[in-house]
């Protein structure tokens, strides 16, 4: 059993710009557990959710069914805005899923996001994550290979920057030009790059470390010349990543986390800079390496060495004008 570990600067705050909402039936996180892990010591303001393929309708076109999350996510961010549940606000902002390969034809599930969203609406995560391998688990979204650079993919892209919505890649790092293509191809579209782009370590990338580093590396660095990129800090974590925290008997410490995910971590800073960078939760699925008190210990030790102006953006700002929170 792990000890509980003291706060590192409890007073500094936080928007975390990247959790989930489920309910099913072996895992189930709901206003009640973000709530819990929110208020466990950590100064989180408000928080930011991104789809999930939970809560889609159970009836009607099917490509309005994800219309569905954004409703009931939108019903948990005025149950938080009451104040019923605490100061913390809750999915302040809503990225929905959309599919983008309907091309023209998405124009009607966007305009229904947004109406189901009100104002918190403010982006699209259509997931790309594909691998030959089948070791490497695809995203959700079943996406075919090379997504993001199909002409129907980005017929339907080419209408986000029309209602002023953001994108959410996610893809593996294998994939990282691709993404740098479509964000060069749509500038003024904000790209928004999930989980520091998805540096594998399972399946063919196991005990390759070093080398898929510098494959990450050096596709990350062209991606960073676009400056309508901002990258998400977090998501290393997940059990594809390959660090196996998720296998011990004895959580990670937050001083483990911090060592392990550093490197990954300081390159995207040095990249992006403190002014497009943020850290993120990516609550509940990382909770397979560690709780949300030790995840954000562990983010606070990596940017120990940051004026008290970069820690703003990191924690909080970047977040804030992304997602454009009041």
């Not at 009607?108 to 490497?136: C, K, N, Q, T, Y």
């Not at 990516?282 to 397979?288: G, S």
Request: aromatic letters at 10%; a negative charge; proline letters at 6%.
């Amino acid at each position: 059993m792990q000890q509980v570990e003291a706060i590192l600067e409890p007073d500094l705050p936080i928007c975390d710009p990247h959790h989930h909402l489920w309910d099913y039936p072996a895992s189930r996180y709901l206003i009640e557990e973000l709530n819990a892990d929110t208020g466990s010591g950590h100064r989180i303001e408000s928080t930011v959710f991104v789809e999930c393929n939970s809560f889609y309708r159970a009836q009607g076109p099917r490509a309005l069914a994800p219309v569905g999350e954004t409703e009931a996510v939108n019903g948990v961010a005025a149950m938080s805005a009451s104040g019923r549940y605490g100061e913390m606000r809750a999915c302040a902002a809503i990225v929905g899923f959309a599919d983008l390969s309907l091309g023209a034809a998405v124009e009607p599930v966007l305009e229904a996001h947004i109406r189901a969203g009100g104002d918190r609406f403010r982006g699209v995560r259509h997931a790309g994550a594909w691998d030959a391998s089948e070791a490497v688990r695809n995203a959700h979204t079943n996406p075919p290979k090379g997504l993001y650079g199909s002409a129907a993919f980005r017929e339907g892209y080419a209408r986000l920057a029309d209602h002023g919505l953001s994108f959410e890649a996610w893809q593996f790092h294998p994939q990282l030009p691709e993404v740098t293509d479509l964000a060069r191809a749509f500038p003024e579209t904000v790209l928004v790059l999930d989980h520091v782009g998805g540096p594998l370590g399972i399946g063919p990338y196991e005990g390759r470390r070093a080398e898929v580093f510098e494959i990450w590396k050096a596709d990350l660095t062209e991606l960073a010349k676009s400056p309508n990129v901002v990258v998400k800090l977090g998501g290393l974590g997940m059990a594809i990543c390959g660090f196996g925290f998720h296998k011990r008997e004895t959580p990670a410490s937050s001083q483990e986390l911090a060592q392990a995910w550093r490197p990954y971590i300081e390159t995207c800073i040095e990249l992006f800079g403190a002014e497009r960078c943020m850290f993120e939760s990516n609550f509940p699925v990382d909770q397979v390496s560690c709780d949300y008190r030790t995840l954000w210990n562990a983010l606070k030790r990596l940017a120990a060495g940051a004026s008290t102006e970069e820690k703003a953006l990191l924690f909080r700002d970047v977040a804030r004008r992304t997602y454009r929170l009041a």
